[in-house]
């Protein structure tokens, strides 16, 4: 006898050929049967036929599983409408009604129009069980048609989707939850950056006024402060760039793309890096652009990579030998910027090492400090930018470390504007008349720090206040050309003080440049956004610092003339 439950009689017939194809005919029809009936009897899903007019006909032990009721409780007596809720039942009829812009009825009408047209319909809603539990449920409806394509019913399979929607449930709080880990990690980088700057800007600043102060440090003090000054602005490169891989891994870091002169860079990075080579007796040679060539990226974030890598060439050079800075058109659309050095060369092993956080390549134990941070950031950042980075080093000859970025085409010009001072000693103004400077900073030490600065500035008065309500009742009374402006000020914030001081007419136009220690990039947009005059970080660079109130002098000028006029006219 056949797995297939086949009889004897049936046997009997197989050995004509006649009786051997009715005998696999009948099989067939027993497995038809057998897997009908498996279906039907299935627990795993519901199955409900209904006839044309929605009256429940099959209801099989899946459906009677998940909704509780018998098949005799519904056969010939609900309407598959009477199961679900009948709010999303509602629902689905309005959502109907307004796509077809024709009235569909609330009830198994709209659960069954689509199917009534031959359109596959999957949706989702909540089944009722018979105790009044609800849960969530796909449904699969599908019109029933005799042999002239007349409806004669509807068959429903149902899935229970409870799990699906726990899972999902899960994955958003995760997912939630994540999310406000992020803003944690920002917000405590943020804490971090302004908490480990606070004491530098002291450090260095003093650094600064001893080292230029009068009389002159002996040479032994000198020897001393530059040692301050070395490891302070050290300390300070390890913070910016701990703080800029951190803000990269977690996905925070905020780029500005725009068309980028890279003859204005490569000008600014030798400006910065030629000193350093001199120490050394490097020679620096840099390209003569015969285009003027622009890349789509952050200005700022250029800067940061060819600095890194110049740097590096320096650093790791041999006394007296050369660094050579290229360009070089890949293709019509991207263009290599390569530094070449005549250092000692990386071995393939060391190559496979690049561009990983905290991996000196063993010069840990050497002469030259480093973070072993620098590469890795850039890399990320070259990457950000839709471009690439790499090496190629020879043992004995020297490396060449290239980034390549997209070109885009020379920005439109714009109106001139006020911009950064030329770099240099501060003039004072022509008339007479000081200028007063109102700065408001609850820290002795930040305090200090710019009282010794503007006693260098005998054009400039300066006024102090210890929190930000003070510093407005100050402003009002005193009407200072240049407001200096703290963030995290006791009682109300410098930004809040910033839009009172905004807010009252006779203190509008006075420019507030805001100092902190809050230097990450999204601290400086928000603080730009807010209309700060400028956004300078501590610790104080002494030069940046003398350009911006030179310049917010000069805009102070032209702004109290301006008002004048208009109170005369």
């Known amino acids: ?60 032990v899946g459906a009677e599983r998940m909704l509780g009721y018998l098949a005799a409780e519904v056969v010939n007596k609900i309407n598959p409408s009477d199961i679900h809720d009948p709010q999303e039942v509602m629902a689905r009829a309005q959502a109907l009604s307004l796509e077809l812009a024709i009235a569909i009825k609330p009830g198994f009408e709209a659960l ?3 199917a009534s047209r031959g359109i596959e319909d999957i949706y989702e809603l909540t089944y009722i069980r018979k105790d009044g539990g609800r849960f ?11 042999d002239y394509g007349e409806i004669i019913g509807y068959l429903l399979i149902g899935t229970d989707n409870s799990v699906r929607k726990q899972v999902e449930l899960e994955l958003n709080e995760a997912m939630a939850a994540a999310e406000k880990a992020n803003l ?27 080292e230029s102060g009068s009389p002159l440090p002996t040479v032994s003090q000198k020897r001393s402060i530059d040692q301050i000054l070395k490891a302070g602005w050290y300390l300070l490169e390890l913070i910016n760039e701990i703080l800029d891989l951190a803000q990269i891994e977690s996905g925070k870091l905020s780029l500005s793309p725009e068309p ?45 990579v060819l600095i890194n890598l110049l740097f590096n060439a320096v650093k790791y050079n041999k006394v007296g030998g050369a660094v050579v800075v290229d360009c070089a058109m890949i293709t019509a659309d991207r263009i290599r910027i390569s530094v070449k050095d005549t250092g000692e060369g990386l071995s393939p092993n060391e190559l496979t090492q690049l561009f990983q956080p905290f991996n000196r390549l063993g010069q840990e134990t050497g002469i030259e400090e480093g973070t072993g941070i620098g590469l890795m950031v850039s890399k990320r950042l070259v990457e950000l930018m839709k471009g690439e980075i790499g090496v190629e080093s020879t043992v004995g000859v020297g490396s060449v470390f290239w980034f390549e970025l997209n070109l885009t085409t020379e920005p439109k010009p714009a109106v001139a504007v006020v911009g950064p001072a030329a770099a240099g000693q501060s ?33 400039v008065r300066l006024l102090s206040a210890i929190d930000g309500n003070r510093g407005v009742e100050i402003a009002r009374a005193s009407r200072p050309d240049v407001i200096l402006m703290d963030i995290n000020l006791p009682g109300i914030s410098g930004i ?19 100092l902190s220690a809050n230097a990450m990039p999204r601290d400086i947009a928000k603080g730009l956004e807010a209309g700060f005059f400028r956004y300078l970080t501590k610790p104080i660079k002494v030069n940046e610092f003398m350009d911006a109130l030179d310049v917010a002098l000069k805009f102070s000028n032209r702004e109290s003339v301006s008002v004048k006029k208009e109170k005369i006219s």
């Open 136 to 146: 969530p449920a796909i449904i699969s409806i599908t019109a029933l048609r005799d």
């Open 427 to 459: 003039q004072a103004q022509n008339d007479s008349q000081l200028s007063t400077l109102l700065y408001v900073e609850d820290n002795p030490a930040n305090l200090m720090l710019v009282e010794g600065l503007i006693a260098r500035r005998p054009d």
């Open 184 to 210: 944690a990690k920002s917000d405590f980088l943020s804490s971090m950056s302004h908490e480990l700057r606070t004491p530098l800007s002291a450090i260095l600043g003093f650094a600064q006024l001893m």
């Open 1 to 60: 006898m056949s797995d297939t439950g086949s009889s004897p009689a049936l046997a009997e017939q197989a050995g004509t050929a006649g009786g051997m194809i009715e005998l696999r005919r009948q099989e067939a029809l027993l497995k038809t049967g057998a897997l009908q009936n498996a279906i039907l009897t299935s627990a795993n899903f519901s199955i409900i036929a209904t006839d044309e007019k929605g009256i429940i006909q099959l209801f099989n």
């Open 112 to 114: 069954a129009y689509k």
């Open 260 to 304: 980028v002169s890279l003859a204005e860079i490569m000008h600014e990075c030798q400006a910065m890096i030629e000193q350093q080579a001199k120490k050394r007796d490097i020679s620096m040679t840099f390209p003569e652009l015969k285009f003027p060539y622009f890349v789509k990226a952050d200005r700022t974030r250029v800067k940061q």
């Open 496 to 514: 809040q003080a910033l839009k009172i001081l905004r807010a009252d007419p006779a203190t509008a136009h006075i420019p507030v440049v805001a």
